[in-house]
């Protein structure tokens, strides 16, 4: 029998952090689309925030991803299949309507703004939309600018999913690890945040630690929030002096911040998160919704309005455009997982299904 993931008030923290770094994001890309970036004090003072989320929702992914198969591998549960079944739904339930959605806007506003029904818009030919399909690393579809850290992301699934398996299903397996590691060179080389893999493979080893040696009741919470600030202050301290958001050295602070804080959000003095489970969980459900589609409504809605007022609607829109999009595909995620297993076994999902 598969463990509970997190006890509730952590697993209500980590629902905080993921709806909260996609905020971010879409905060930080609205800063440079409506006001500028303050005339200059990003990146001149300090880096993007978006990009400093970004590093953080990479140290995120390694440390549920990897937790998620450590407990499926304890409970006898885990297989490749499994594991690249579960990725690529999650990913492509929410990739396939954000194109789609890109798409449409993209084109609609070029003709609202050129009045042409055929804009030229080389970033929107087929070649381009298959390719971020594919998650091939390449330029972005349209105003689908966020995809970029998906493209990455997805290869460093891909070797995981290899490395973790292999024992059990060598060939295909090892096919993965040779296809991920190559696409991973790839993007380490040409990319600015290349060795963004080390945050999420330090993501990973954290959550092996938090499973194997991790005991909440060795360390009191006063203790483990002066832990985390003094990290997170650290980590602060890193990017205003090199202004760079992909800075390794600062990542690593940044990223035992984020484990000690999660850490602490464990314990009972994090209690009061619990009341907050069914509200968080909501904004959560749709956060990948939002990191993908944000940039497009921003981008279109600074074609009108600017300032704080542009701010502060295209981020309402942003959240309005994840909320729709979500509830027909990120929020069913459960519900489509279900459906394609049933289908997959020829069996009726309101009878029980029969045994082996």
């Not at 029904?117 to 972005?140: M, Y």
């Not at 999913?161 to 190559?182: D, E, H, K, T």
Request: proline share 5%; charged share 10%.
């Amino acid at each position: 029998m598969l463990e509970p993931a997190y006890p509730p008030s952590q697993s209500v923290f980590l629902d905080l952090l993921r709806y909260g770094l996609a905020l971010v994001v879409v905060v930080g890309h609205g800063f440079g689309l409506f006001l500028g970036y303050f005339e200059g004090f990003f990146p001149n003072r300090f880096p993007h925030l978006q990009s400093i989320a970004v590093v953080c929702f990479f140290y995120l992914s390694g440390f549920l991803i990897v937790g998620s198969q450590l407990r499926h591998a304890a409970a006898g549960m885990g297989s490749l299949g499994q594991y690249l079944f579960d990725r690529a739904t999650r990913v492509y339930v929410t990739l396939l309507p954000s194109l789609l959605f890109v798409w449409a806007a993209d084109l609609l506003f070029a003709y609202i703004a050129t009045g042409s029904a055929q804009p030229e818009r080389p970033s929107l030919t087929l070649v381009a939309f298959l390719k971020n399909l594919a998650l091939v690393p390449s330029e972005p579809f349209g105003t689908l600018r966020p995809i970029w850290s998906l493209m990455y992301e997805w290869w460093i699934y891909i070797l995981f999913g290899g490395l973790f398996y292999l024992r059990s299903n060598w060939l295909l397996a090892g096919g993965l690890v040779l296809a991920g590691l190559y696409r991973v060179f790839q993007l380490c080389v040409d990319s600015d945040a290349g060795h963004i893999w080390f945050i999420w493979g330090l993501g990973g080893l954290m959550a092996y630690v938090h499973r194997r040696f991790w005991r909440s009741e060795t360390t009191s919470p006063r203790q483990l929030i002066l832990l985390a600030s003094a990290f997170g202050l650290a980590g602060a301290g890193m990017y205003a002096a090199t202004l760079n958001a992909y800075g390794l050295v600062a990542g690593v602070f940044l990223s035992f911040a984020l484990f000690t804080w999660t850490m602490w959000s464990s314990g009972r003095s994090a209690a009061w998160l619990v009341p907050l489970s069914a509200r968080l969980e909501r904004f959560a459900g749709f956060s990948f919704t939002l990191f993908l589609t944000h940039y497009t409504v921003l981008a279109h809605t600074s074609m009108f309005l600017d300032g704080w007022v542009g701010l502060i609607v295209g981020v309402v829109l942003s959240h309005v455009v994840a909320f729709v999009i979500a509830s027909v595909t990120e929020y069913r995620l459960s519900a489509l997982k279900r459906w394609m297993v049933c289908r997959s076994h020829h069996w009726d999902p309101g009878k029980p299904r029969p045994l082996p």
